[in-house]
């Protein structure tokens, strides 16, 4: 089972900043957070990852509480293209190999 | 650079006959993962190769299922006989190291009538 809970839906204007929660109460100690998404009729897209600190990248931000038990993504800007199935999933070592427990995700809508 | 390829992108078979997938990881990529994915639900593991290796198959349903990547590169993934509860997509994703990022092909919509 998936270890991550996530809003079934969200919406968010265009030009505005989406923020997907995330809980993952269980996550331990080496466990990392990772982020995909996946739009209509495509595979997932790797979006971003952290273990402790906050993460940014030309796609998102990535906000982890200090006691690991949640995060957020954070799209600064969400365009149109953003709508999509986001995933937000707990896993094994940066590097480890280790298969990706996907949840229900949250489908975030982009509207105009 | 082309990413993860797959083939056929839709096929439609009759329930009992058999179908295979095929998948053309990056190069360079060691890790090649197979996931199912039901309509409404996330992916779902079927078997994850390192190299030539299967190292995780606990939950491909081996009755009917089988997979190789022979030379630890492309990979195939069959089912013999298909049931109509097999229609679903599946997935193929391919990493250089580990499950930091893995690179997701556009998958295979199965039909079973």
């Known amino acids: 089972d998936a270890k991550t809970t996530q809003p079934p839906s969200m919406d968010c204007a265009e030009g505005r900043a989406a923020n997907l929660p995330c809980n993952h109460s269980?996550?331990?100690?080496?466990?990392?957070v990772y982020w995909y998404r996946q739009i209509h009729s495509q595979g997932p897209q790797y979006i971003i990852h952290g273990l402790k600190n906050n993460e940014t990248n030309e796609m998102a931000s990535l906000i982890i509480t200090e006691d690991r038990k949640s995060s957020t993504l954070i799209l600064p800007h969400a365009t149109l293209r953003d709508t999509a199935v986001y995933y937000c999933i707990v896993g094994g070592e940066e590097g480890g190999s280790e298969k990706l427990v996907f949840g229900k995700g949250t489908k975030l809508t982009v509207n105009p | 650079e082309a990413g993860v390829v797959q083939s056929p992108r839709y096929k439609i078979i009759e329930k009992k006959q058999p179908v295979a997938f095929w998948c053309n990881p990056i190069?360079?990529?060691?890790?090649l993962y197979w996931y199912l994915q039901n309509l409404g639900q996330g992916p779902e593991l079927l078997i994850r190769?390192?190299?030539?290796?299967?190292?995780?198959d606990s939950q491909l349903p081996k009755d009917r299922f089988s997979a190789e990547r022979l030379k630890g590169v492309d990979s195939t993934l069959k089912i013999q006989p298909a049931e109509l509860g097999d229609s679903a997509v599946y997935l193929c994703a391919s990493s250089l190291v580990g499950v930091s990022e893995a690179f997701f092909g556009q998958g295979t919509r199965l039909t079973v009538v």
């Open positions: 190769y390192e190299n030539e290796e299967a190292v995780d």
């Open positions: 269980t996550i331990s100690g080496n466990e990392y």
């Open positions: 190069s360079g990529h060691n890790t």
